[in-house]
Structure formats: structure tokens, C-alpha cells
């Protein structure tokens, strides 16, 4: 079975610095990219940021310059450095993988359980 777990969410100034965490656990055979997404209430969820296997990056216009992604993929970690922080950026941040597992050998994606971000004025 297949787990990302997510931290570093929390309340931050508007200006202030966070920085995300994921790990995808369990029965991971390979992983084809990972990213994080956010939704607020009455939206729907949106790409922030994703990285390749290769290191390819693709960032929402709304955070670049501002967020990096980075992975570690030894650690099968991906990391959302975000700096900058707008009272905007308030929402609930969600790990995401498309990945691997060792049971079915499948190409699936899989989400984490999400961690709230709020950026104060």
C-alpha cells in the first residue's frame, strides 16, 4: 500500500517563508513525477508546482519566483520551499505522485491527505 504523507503546514505572515514536505511510503516500485496542488473552498484544485524524475519543473504563474520545488529521490521526498507568502496563497496544500507500486506494477497517481497553509495580512 501506497501513503504520501504531508507537514510543514501552519500560520504565516504575509511575507513569510513555509516549506512543505512529502513522503511517498509502502510499496513504491518507481516514481514518474510528483507535485503539489491546492484548493480553497469553492474552487477547484490547482496545480503550485511538479517536478519530473528528470528534474523538470512546472510552476503556476501565480507562485513563480516565489515557490521551489526540489525532490529527493533516494528519500522519495518532494519539498514545496514557499517564500513570499500572500494572504492569497491561504489554501489547503495536497501532495500528489504518479508513481509506481510493486503490487499491481500499475502507473497510478496518488494524493496525500492535505495540510492547511494560511498566510495572514
Known amino acids: 500500500q501506497v501513503q504520501l504523507v504531508e507537514s510543514g503546514g501552519g500560520l504565516v505572515q504575509a511575507g513569510g517563508s513555509l516549506r512543505l514536505s512529502c513522503v511517498a511510503s509502502g510499496s513504491v516500485f518507481g516514481i514518474r513525477a510528483m507535485g503539489w496542488y491546492r484548493q480553497t473552498p469553492g474552487k477547484q484544485r490547482e496545480l503550485a508546482a511538479s517536478?519530473?524524475?528528470?528534474?523538470?519543473?512546472n510552476y503556476a504563474d501565480s507562485v513563480l519566483g516565489r515557490f521551489t520545488i526540489s525532490q529527493d529521490k533516494i528519500k522519495k521526498t518532494v519539498n514545496l520551499q514557499m517564500s513570499g507568502l500572500k494572504p492569497e496563497d491561504t489554501a489547503v496544500y495536497y501532495c500528489?505522485?504518479?508513481?509506481?507500486?510493486?503490487?499491481?506494477?500499475?502507473?497510478?497517481?496518488?494524493w496525500g491527505q492535505g495540510t492547511q497553509v494560511t498566510v495572514s495580512s
Open positions: 500528489s505522485a504518479t508513481l509506481r507500486d510493486t503490487v499491481a506494477y500499475q502507473w497510478k497517481d496518488y
Open positions: 517536478i519530473t524524475s528528470g528534474g523538470f519543473t
